[in-house]
Nanobody, 116 residues
Framework: QVQLVETGGGLVQAGGSLRLSCAAS????????VGWYRQAPGKPRDLVAR???????KYADSVKGRFTISRHNAQNMVYLQMNSLKAEDTAVYYC??????????WGQGTQVTVSS
C-alpha cells in the first residue's frame, strides 16, 4: 500500500496561486485513481480533483477553471496547481490514491489558508 506525503501548503492572499505536491512511496503507475480532497473546519471532506491512469480528470464545480491536477508516474508525484485562490478555498488538503485491493490511501494533509 502506497504512502503519501503532501507539501506546498501555506498562506496566500486571495487571487494568488499555490502548487501542492504529493509524493508517493512507491510506483503510482499502476494506481487507477489519484487525487485531492479538502476539509474545512466543521465541514465534510470533499473531492477537489482526481485523475485516472488514462489521464481523464474530474473537478469539483467550485474549482473548475482555477485548479489543475496532474500526475507524473515516473516521478511518483501528483500535483495540484491552484490559481485565483479564494477565501473559501481555505482548508486542509489531502492527497489520496485508490488502489486495489487496499482502497483509499491518504496523506497527512497540508493546510492552505487564503486571506481575503
Amino acid at each position: 500500500q502506497v504512502q503519501l506525503v503532501e507539501t506546498g501548503g501555506g498562506l496566500v492572499q486571495a487571487g494568488g496561486s499555490l502548487r501542492l505536491s504529493c509524493a508517493a512511496s512507491g510506483s503510482i503507475g499502476s494506481i487507477n485513481i489519484v487525487g485531492w480532497y479538502r476539509q474545512a473546519p466543521g465541514k465534510p471532506r470533499d473531492l477537489v480533483a482526481r485523475i485516472s491512469s488514462d489521464g481523464s480528470t474530474k473537478y469539483a464545480d467550485s474549482v473548475k477553471g482555477r485548479f489543475t491536477i496532474s500526475r507524473h508516474n515516473a516521478q511518483n508525484m501528483v500535483y495540484l496547481q491552484m490559481n485565483s485562490l479564494k477565501a473559501e478555498d481555505t482548508a486542509v488538503y489531502y492527497c489520496y490514491a485508490y488502489e486495489l485491493p487496499y482502497g483509499n490511501s491518504w496523506g497527512q494533509g497540508t493546510q492552505v489558508t487564503v486571506s481575503s
